[in-house]
């Protein structure tokens, strides 16, 4: 479904260009990154165990695991690029990167200024608070202090409903500010905060967010590269079936995630 969107929007500019006399040809970047032979991909490097930074200052985790992967199947080197999330798009729309492959939600709104390949994960929202927490709803949000991390589509949630909201620039920020009791409960993907929160055995309370569906993650390109766009499907897809990525989800998430 992606990928015909992605086809799409590139039928429909040429269609555009076509009708006011344009006849300019907009080049894929699929070749340009061939003749480069690294593709650029930007994650916030704060959001384990999906990608995060190691003891030895590499950033490790299931997100650049995946970028590498597809990578290597296009016959690319892939180079890791960490920056904040929330000019994360931004980054990549100034050409500062080639793609985030970095947890991002598919959403309408982002869709309207990307691409996206996938989703290469499903997940759903979560609000976490610690043991013996009155918070048990959505309604007990009302007049607590909620932590998100600044620019996710969960912090665009959490102002929707009018929560009192503190923002940060990454889940270990998050679950430190929790454990500290400088929130009252965070929102977050579930995978990710469970499992950060097992490593480190912070003890806490959870329930899902009953107003919306799970989601898919996906990786986000810039629009008008269809080819590029099928390349990355292609890796993915075969990445799926030949139990490559099962190996990488069991390896850094502990199940598979589809």
């Not at 691409?115 to 609000?127: E, W």
């Not at 665009?156 to 270990?172: D, S």
């Amino acid at each position: 479904m992606t990928l015909r969107r992605t086809f799409l929007k590139s039928t429909l500019l040429a269609a555009g260009l076509a009708a006011l006399g344009v006849t300019t040809a907009v080049a894929d970047e699929l070749e340009t990154l061939k003749e480069k032979g690294v593709i650029r991909i930007a994650m916030s490097g704060a959001y384990p165990p999906f990608n995060f930074v190691n003891d030895q200052n590499e950033v490790v985790g299931f997100d650049p695991a995946v970028g590498k992967e597809i990578a290597k199947r296009m016959g690319l080197e892939a180079e890791i690029v960490t920056t904040a999330w929330d000019g994360i798009i931004g980054g990549l729309l100034a050409n500062k990167y080639d793609a985030i492959v970095g947890s991002m939600t598919i959403t309408e709104e982002r869709d309207k200024v990307v691409d996206f390949v996938g989703p290469y994960y499903s997940d759903k929202r979560a609000i976490f608070t610690q043991p013996g927490s009155d918070i048990k709803s959505l309604e007990d949000l009302e007049g607590a202090k909620v932590g998100l991390t600044l620019g996710e589509t969960h912090e665009a949630w959490a102002r929707e409903r009018g929560y009192n909201i503190n923002t940060y620039k990454g889940l270990p920020e998050l679950l430190l500010e929790l454990e500290n009791g400088r929130v009252d409960a965070i929102v977050n993907d579930s995978i990710a905060a469970i499992l950060a929160m097992g490593a480190k055995e912070q003890e806490f309370e959870m329930f899902a967010d009953p107003t919306t569906e799970p989601f898919g993650a996906g990786i986000a390109i810039r629009e008008g590269n269809p080819e590029l766009a099928a390349a990355m499907q292609e890796a993915l897809d075969a990445m799926m079936e030949d139990g490559t990525y099962l190996a990488l989800a069991e390896e850094w998430i502990g199940a598979d995630i589809r």
